[in-house]
């Protein structure tokens, strides 16, 4: 038996040469850590400013133009590929990917990053940005993403129960030991995220759920969700609606109209205390996921939103979830969230868009429906509302629904062909006044015209030459105002005039009509219209016409 009799506490002697080639060593890994630090591109932020917010991404506002694969297409990389060969055909610059829970801590504490690493890769080789789904507690209401040990054990990691006993599929929001875990996973990805990307920023946004909420009960109704209803309504969430009480949705201002400011869920909340309450134990749940991954990795997170459902109740919908009833609750209980963004399949998507667009949540579209209608929306999205981004779910099916979901597949490369190149100059000018979208059927498909003011001396008259389809699509497109006298116009299926509203009654002087695009901040000019072409007609296919008008 042999024994060192150096103390543990004095490293072995290195030879003087072997010493200077490991500070040499050092001192390179830490200058080059340095460089690259310093190189690298600033981190994807949330810029707000009063009443104006932007995605900020390598220093400019980003527009997200982008579209959802389907929720298993991260589980086999030929079905993510074929997903992201069509969002980059159509030229879109960002793609919405899950991860999931059950795939990343396969057992407990141990992770699995291969699948986040497979969606960070794909990508960058399709040449898109990349907004990351995290799938964790809840995905439509329910907790059908948590990993397989979670599943086994509700003695640790309690469900929800309804009001007669019976166990839902949701883990309770009350459950510590299931925040804790799930917290800690989220923090994990954040992590890899940061260490595989932070040189690259593809991931510019992070979703912090899916849908979340509690589905075929309004709360929970477990001995520990009980004693939380029963008890009072946290100051924390009385101050901050009482201080907020001008800016209320209007159904949570309507509710607490005539409500004490004090007492239980009941007491102040009246019949949409269960939902209430599941709303504030939500949100404070979801946030504290967030705050974990924000402090491994500060990206902007937003939360998706599973709308109401006419006149069903909270059960149906996932109850608790920001919806417009709760919204205000969420902006209290989740200050980690930086939107709280509607996924948006009804065609009434104005109502349901200005209802999530104000001064404290700017609107993101995480989903919409993919469909012909529906395309159009993405004017609206970021012409009307200022929005951040706008996509589609299930953008996969141009694949493998053959020739629908080819026509439908068109309808959106149409529409984001010409979107592509105008979102820096449609970034720089929202909240400005000068962007005006144009949208046929906004009266149930009988308007033909549409009438825009744009200065005080002229007016765009819009006459729809496209037939109102609901399923194959409709006119649509956009006027941006440049200068006084210089317009871009792009969309498709309209005519437009130009009309004096001073002095005599006609039409303004048409001095230059030019079709082309933008490359960065220049135009090119691809031809000059004139003769018989000399009108600002948009075709069957969506253009980009530049018009002059005389002063």
């Not at 920001?322 to 009804?346: C, E, F, H, Q, R």
């Not at 003011?453 to 006027?479: C, H, Q, S, Y």
Request: glycine share 8%; hydrophobic share 40%; aromatic share 10%.
């Amino acid at each position: 038996m042999t024994s060192d009799l150096r103390s543990p506490s004095v490293p072995p002697r290195l030879p003087k040469v072997a010493a200077i080639a490991s500070a040499l060593l050092a001192l390179f890994v830490l200058t080059t850590a340095c460089v690259a630090k310093v190189g690298s591109p600033p981190m994807p932020s949330m810029e707000k400013k009063g009443d104006q917010a932007r995605l900020i991404v390598d220093g400019a506002p980003y527009l997200i133009l982008g579209g959802q694969v389907h929720n298993s297409d991260t589980s086999n990389p030929e079905d993510l590929n074929k997903a992201m060969d069509v969002l980059a055909s159509w030229q879109a610059n960002t793609v919405e990917v899950p991860i999931y829970w059950e795939a990343l801590e396969p057992t407990r504490g141990n992770y699995d990053f291969s699948s986040v690493d497979l969606a960070v890769n794909a990508a960058r080789k399709h040449g898109l940005r990349l907004v990351v789904l995290w799938f964790g507690t809840w995905k439509n209401g329910e907790s059908q993403y948590v990993p397989d040990w979670m599943k086994e054990d509700q003695a640790t990691y309690p469900h929800a129960k309804g009001p007669r006993g019976e166990v839902t599929t949701t883990i309770s929001p009350f459950s510590q030991a299931a925040m804790d875990a799930d917290a800690r996973a989220f923090a994990a990805l954040m992590r890899h995220i940061k260490s595989i990307d932070e040189s690259q920023r593809t991931v510019l946004m992070m979703q912090v759920e899916n849908e979340a909420g509690i589905v075929n009960t309004d709360r929970d109704y477990s001995e520990a969700g009980n004693q939380q209803f029963a008890a009072a309504v946290p100051t924390a969430l009385l101050g901050y609606l009482d201080r907020h009480r001008q800016q209320l949705s209007a159904p949570l201002a309507q509710a607490l109209s005539h409500a004490p400011k004090s007492g239980n869920w009941t007491h102040v909340f009246g019949e949409k205390a269960p939902e209430a309450i599941s709303a504030w134990a939500i949100s404070n749940y979801v946030n504290t996921v967030a705050a974990a991954g924000k402090r491994e990795y500060a990206l902007p997170m937003y939360v998706n939103v599973w709308l109401i459902e006419g006149v069903e109740r909270p059960g149906r919908w996932p109850s608790g979830g920001a919806t417009v009833n709760m919204l205000d609750v969420w902006k209290a209980g989740a200050p980690a969230i930086d939107m709280l963004s509607p996924d948006i399949y009804y065609p009434k998507f104005y109502d349901v868009a200005a209802q999530y667009t104000r001064p404290d949540n700017p609107l993101y579209v995480p989903e919409t429906n993919f469909n012909p209608y529906f395309a159009a929306f993405a004017y609206t999205t970021f012409g009307y509302f200022n929005g951040m981004g706008f996509n589609p779910f299930g953008i996969d099916d141009v694949v493998t629904k053959g020739d629908i979901g080819t026509a439908i597949g068109m309808r959106f490369q149409d529409t984001y062909s010409v979107l592509r190149p105008l979102l820096p100059l449609i970034a720089s000018k929202q909240y400005t006044g000068k962007l005006h979208p144009v949208l046929q059927g906004l009266a149930n498909g009988e308007d033909w015209k549409q009438s825009i003011r744009l200065t005080d001396r002229l007016a765009a008259n819009i006459e729809f030459t496209a037939t109102f389809d609901p399923v194959k699509g409709r006119a649509a497109g956009m006027i941006i105002e440049l200068a006084p006298n210089d317009f871009i116009v792009v969309g498709s299926g309209f005519d437009v005039a130009f009309r004096e509203m001073q002095g005599p009654l006609r039409d303004a002087e048409l001095i230059s009509i030019e079709e082309g695009t933008f490359q960065g901040d220049q135009w090119v000019r691809a031809r000059r219209l004139n003769g018989d072409e000399r009108h600002v007609s948009l075709p069957d296919h969506s253009t980009i016409l530049r018009v002059h008008i005389a002063k």
